[in-house]
């Protein structure tokens, strides 16, 4: 992990708050591995206000050309100051971040699910997954449509997907996990991931436990520091006795077995 500048190739608007922000870094292109993130100082060179840098998903990497990408929605300042970066100007951040999702070698067939902006992380996972020979099924839900142009992204990777909206303006009318429940002799043999809403992770761990399929979920926290020093990004892991302990997302994680979260 460093402390790096890269140059802005491109920050390209998808919808009116959804954007891809390209870099140029071959250190991030040659070290980063999918589930990793990177930490955006989100202010001007000699100014610290904000003072914490804003955590982001590796999109996608371009070994070629050395660049990689955050795909992002503008929520607030960190990320409106990001919407307004031009072609040219660089990007102060540190990564990468977090451990790297550890691919279950002797599972073959994946599901991916991802609600909204955690459809990210698993861009990447699903390109490595199918560099690797792995079977990838690829599931992602929306609110509606401004997630539109992101689709051209995802058929570069793979073309076994299915898009969700809940009012039917893109893609089906419904959500994810009510077509794997409808169809699940399908992947019940499938290795799942799932990133997105935390209710959505919750429904996920529900319905597979009960089938007793193997899952990992990345989880998304407020986060300070980044790099585990503060604690402030801790989440409840089951563990063997009943009982439970804390874990870091930004050190320990972001990738967790799905069944071992506690969401209470
Ligand atoms: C590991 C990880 C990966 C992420 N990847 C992506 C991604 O690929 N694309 C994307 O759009 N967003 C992603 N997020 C969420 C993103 O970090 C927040 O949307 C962003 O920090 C909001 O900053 P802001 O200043 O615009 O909003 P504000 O609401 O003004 O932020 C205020 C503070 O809250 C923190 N914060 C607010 N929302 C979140 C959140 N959901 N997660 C973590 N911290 C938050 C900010 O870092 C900041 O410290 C990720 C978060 C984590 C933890
Ligand atoms: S954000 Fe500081 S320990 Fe995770």
Known sequence: MKTLKGEIVANRKYSDNLYKLEVFSPYICKNAKPAQFINIK???????????RRPFSIYEIDEQFNVFS???LVRGRGTQFMADLRKGESLDFVGP??????????????????????????????????SIGKTVHFFAGFKDEAFYTWERDLIKILKDYKI???????????IPLNYIRE???????????????????????SFLKDRKVRAIAIMEEKMACGIGACMGCVIKIKNKN?????????SDGPAFDLMEVCFD
């Open 183 to 205: 169809n699940f002799s399908e992947f019940k043999d499938h290795h799942f991931i799932v990133c997105g809403p935390l209710e959505m992770l919750k429904q996920a761990q």
């Open 164 to 174: 969700f909206s809940e009012n039917g303006v893109f893609g089906e009318k419904g």
């Open 70 to 72: 955050v795909l992002f």
């Open 242 to 250: 009943n009982g439970y302990s804390y874990k870091k997302v930004c």
């Open 97 to 130: 971040l977090g451990q790297p999702i550890k691919i279950p070698e002797n599972d073959s067939r994946f599901v991916l699910i991802g609600g909204g902006i955690g459809v990210v992380p698993l861009c990447l996972i699903a390109k490595n997954l199918k």
């Open 42 to 52: 989100c202010s001007r060179q000699g100014s610290d206000d904000p003072l914490l």
